[in-house]
């Protein structure tokens, strides 16, 4: 059976193909979700991916920065990191979707969108007003948000038509891709379809560049998504496999090196500090705790926030940190 979903210029077919992706990806999902790991491989393959994330998307965006260039600067301390990066900048947002859109059952809203751009830096703040070129498009937006969470598709295809029709709209300009990409992970969080954030899916995009490029152009040209979404699926659904296998194999191995995400006595106390959900830690809270310097207790939580285990609130003396 192949079902047209369509919407103004939009249309994709649930062709055959698809429909037994789909199959594919429940069996693999629930595989992967029930498979026993450690704190530490769960931790350093959720790092793994991250760094896999952030360097696949700026590739996208057309910045030049090696993967090593991204490692260097989310492990580097917080004085050499730069005030503006777009690296950091992506890290925290994706940061925010994993610790506030995780199985959330919220709908996804302008509002949503412009928190991204928020986060990505591309939405500058005067007062209480947010100046963005989002505004433009709010109508074209919000018709989208509308109609997939009226559709009730898959998951990952509401996250693949949500990246491709919002590349379409081009609401940041040279910055729409990132924002596309961020809103499409908002929606795999979402219903768990990053399974455990670890689900990078851009690289093997970036690894057959023409077909990717094809697909989207046929897609922007057309308005016919199906070719894209069938190219998408088969790209998830081959991680989805990698993943299984890696994570069931004797020898486990990660491009991230194990010291960058092993735990000191220090750093696993400040995370005891937090089993109660309701508790927020700052740095002066820190600095008593243990006696130690600002700059120390700076130290200890950015590499935490960094690995993904806390997650800050606010900016600047008041930051304060929960855990992720």
């Not at 309701?278 to 700076?298: D, E, G, L, Y």
Request: charged share 20%.
């Amino acid at each position: 059976m192949i079902c047209l979903m369509t919407i103004k210029n939009i249309s994709y077919s649930l062709t055959p193909s698809i429909q037994t992706n789909i199959q594919t990806v429940e069996l693999i999902k629930r595989d992967i979700l029930c498979t026993s790991l450690s704190p530490k491989t769960e931790r350093r393959a959720r790092f793994d991916t991250l760094v896999a994330r952030i360097h696949a998307i700026v590739m996208l965006g057309g910045m030049e920065q090696t993967k090593n260039d991204v490692l260097t600067l989310l492990t580097a301390s917080p004085a050499k990191q730069p005030e503006h990066s777009p690296v950091l900048a992506l890290k925290k947002t994706l940061s925010y979707i994993w610790e506030e859109w995780t199985m959330n059952p919220r709908s996804v809203s302008y509002g949503s969108v412009e928190r991204l751009a928020l986060e990505l830096g591309e939405t500058p703040r005067i007062g209480t007003i947010l100046m963005s070129e989002l505004s433009h498009h709010k109508e074209s937006i919000q018709q989208l948000l509308t109609f997939l969470d009226t559709t009730k598709d898959h998951p990952v295809i509401t996250a693949f038509v949500a990246f491709l029709e919002l590349v379409n709209i081009g609401p940041l300009g040279s910055k729409t891709t990132q924002l596309a990409l961020c809103v499409m992970f908002m929606y795999l969080h979402k219903y768990g379809y990053d399974l455990r954030g670890m689900v990078s899916l851009i690289p093997s995009w970036t690894g057959d560049m023409r077909t990717f490029g094809d697909t989207m152009r046929v897609s922007h040209s057309t308005g016919n998504f199906s070719t894209f979404i069938d190219f998408a699926l088969q790209r998830y659904v081959s991680e989805l496999e990698d993943i299984k296998t890696h994570l069931t194999s004797d020898q486990l191995r990660f491009s991230v090196p194990a010291t960058l995400v092993s735990l000191s006595d220090r750093q696993k106390e400040i995370l005891s500090l937090l089993d109660d959900p309701t508790n927020a830690i700052t740095n002066r809270v820190i600095q008593k705790r243990f006696n130690i310097s600002q700059i120390t207790a700076s130290r200890e939580l950015t590499k935490l926030t960094n690995l993904g285990l806390l997650y800050p609130h606010g900016k600047g003396r008041s930051v304060s940190y929960t855990k992720a």
